[in-house]
């Protein structure tokens, strides 16, 4: 999860569009040749419906440069994930590859134990609201795990591709601030930041 404050990566990358973004962009550029020569592969990311309270983009600044929140970095990373999900399953079926599938998901609000610092940062009151309002509103590990395992394994997805599922259903993408274009700015800025690793 980002935190209070804007962190670089040892390489000089935003933090949370790093681990968000940047990583399973870099993993799945680095597996697509071993891919290809399965019978049959799925390629599953997992985003979240935050993606929806994302800032209008600023792609003069991908990284945040000139403006930063934790709640901003993390929604922004997750729907570009889903945007280079969608093109990259564009850029599949362009070049005949029918035997790798690509899609994105929405695990369901999960009663993770994921750092809370920033929480009690704002004081008790604030802290105990958060945690409680996760007991009641949260989903566990496993139930949180059902949409990933029904992408990776289930026949009833076998061809569908560059889609985004909440619950095992496919779900509507915030349209927001969507555009073929802007997916091409991310999916080129991620095929820059990767290119050195591949």
């Known amino acids: 999860m980002p935190t209070k404050h804007r962190e670089i990566t040892d390489e000089g990358f935003e933090k949370s569009i790093t681990v968000n973004l940047f990583a399973p962009f870099l993993l799945t550029e680095l597996l697509l040749d071993v891919l290809a020569k399965s019978p049959s592969a799925r390629i599953v990311n997992v985003s979240t419906e935050t993606h929806a309270m994302s800032r209008k983009p600023d792609f003069d600044a991908i990284q945040f440069e000139k403006y930063y929140t934790y709640s901003n970095a993390?929604?922004?990373?997750?729907?570009?994930?889903?945007?280079?999900?969608?093109?990259?399953a564009t850029i599949l079926k362009e070049k005949g590859i029918h035997n790798i599938t690509v899609n994105s998901l929405h695990p369901g609000t999960i009663a993770s134990n994921l750092d809370m610092s920033k929480e009690k940062e704002k004081g008790l009151f604030w802290y105990l609201l958060v945690k409680m309002t996760a007991k009641f509103f949260s989903t566990t590990n496993e139930i949180g795990a059902e949409t990933s395992i029904y992408l990776a394994t289930s026949p009833d997805v076998e061809n569908v591709?560059?889609?985004?599922?909440?619950?095992?259903?496919?779900?509507k993408v915030s349209d927001k601030y969507y555009s073929p274009e802007n997916e091409k700015i991310i999916w080129d800025y991620c095929m820059t930041i990767v290119k050195p690793y591949l």
């Not at 591709?161 to 095992?168: D, H, I, Q, S």
């Open 161 to 171: 591709t560059g889609k985004y599922f909440v619950k095992k259903k496919i779900s």
């Open 74 to 88: 993390y929604a922004q990373a997750k729907l570009y994930l889903i945007w280079v999900t969608q093109h990259l």
